[in-house]
């Protein structure tokens, strides 16, 4: 009876650890500034077959204090290049307020392979902005 419990809980584990495997995390520091905005870090994890990526920035005070409000308004998108040869392109995403931020962007790669499986580390993070409603920043070249 015990070892039948024993074996059990053994083929489990063996049969768990495979889907364990896939998990991971990792962190990039990086400094890229933009319209007085220091975006300095890049979290990078794995659900499954998507990509999480968080980016840390800091906007800075007097860039928010224009008389009209439309000019207290950015515009940002980052490239995220990978170890692996997979990038990340965010989509455009805002800050309309001074202090610490985060911008999160999942990405789902089960159509290209489920390729966020395999642990990558960034190798170059870009950042583009814009300073207004309504404009867009620069494409990446």
Known sequence: MVSRTISALAAAAVLLVPG????????????ARIHKHEFSRVLLANDGCTLKTRLFFDAPE???????????????H?????????????????????????????????????????????????VEGCRGRGCTPEAFK
């Open 62 to 76: 007097e860039a928010y204090k224009d008389e009209y409000p439309v000019k207290n308004y950015y515009r940002f």
């Open 78 to 126: 980052a490239r995220i290049q990978l170890d692996n040869g997979h990038q990340v392109v965010t989509h455009f995403f805002h800050n309309d307020a001074p202090g610490a931020r985060e911008y999160d962007y999942d990405q789902d790669t089960t159509s290209e392979g489920c390729w966020a499986k395999t642990e990558a580390h960034a190798r170059d993070v870009n």
């Open 20 to 31: 364990l495997t896939f998990a991971w995390s990792q962190k990039a520091d990086f400094g």
